[in-house]
């Protein structure tokens, strides 16, 4: 069965360092979506991304976010200066055109920031 | 802007015991509803989903939910639980603005302990 994947499991990153995360999402699906968790607390809606560029996007998801579709398979959420309270579970999650919002999930990136 | 309560944080149920829990939704027309589970180091997996038509959908592992318009809620039951069921679940409303994407709202999530 076709699955999100991301890569990688687990990220440690530096306050103010730059990092990306990456995302597969199920190769027929048009719509994509990052999410994040962060510890103990519910899952956030970040952005969605559609047709090369980005559909809707929350108040969390500020200029030091963004998001690339930087080839046929990728999809990529870069944060440009960490901080600490960026530390969290990001999910990326894809779906079809007649999905009717049945998003599929991958099994997440936990990002540290020290 | 559309909101999902969980009500209850933790739930403790025996194991084979019968299980129910609670999703309410805020918003001015019906949206999507979703229950997703999530089990400890993994990530989402939906578990059914509601659009229209019949209001109990059946799921994967046993799960149902009934979706009640006059109370805003989608409660997700099991009628016996297993002790694999043990996992956070996660409530979630969409909206489906045609050709568009749109993010889902989850509830904060119901922490399920399962005894044997």
């Known amino acids: 069965e076709p699955e999100v994947t991301q890569t990688p499991s687990h990220q440690v990153t530096q306050m103010g360092q730059e990092v990306i995360l990456r995302c597969v999402p199920i190769s027929n699906h048009l719509y994509f979506y990052w999410y994040r968790q962060i510890l103990g607390q519910k899952v956030e809606f970040l952005v969605s991304f559609y047709n090369n560029e980005i559909s809707e996007k929350s108040e969390i998801f500020d200029d030091q976010f963004s998001v690339e579709r930087p080839d046929g398979s990728n999809f990529t959420l870069k944060i440009r200066s960490t901080k600490l309270e960026d530390s969290a579970m990001y999910f990326c999650a894809s779906r079809d055109r007649g999905g009717l919002n049945e998003q599929f999930f991958g099994p997440g990136t936990r990002l540290t920031v020290l | ?116």
């Open chain 2, 1 to 116: 802007a559309q909101s999902v309560t969980q009500p209850d944080i933790h739930i403790t149920v025996s194991e084979g015991a019968s299980l129910e829990l609670r999703c309410n939704y805020s918003y001015g027309a019906t949206p999507y509803l979703f229950w997703y589970v999530q089990s400890p180091g993994q990530g989402l997996q939906l578990l059914l989903k509601y659009f229209s038509g019949d209001t109990l959908v059946q799921g994967i592992k046993g799960f149902e939910a009934e979706f009640k318009r006059s109370q805003s809620s989608f409660n997700l039951r099991k009628p016996s639980v297993h002790w694999s069921d043990a996992a956070e679940y996660f409530c979630a409303v969409g909206l489906y603005s045609g050709g568009g994407a749109d993010g889902l709202t989850f509830g904060k999530g119901t922490h399920l302990i399962i005894q044997p």
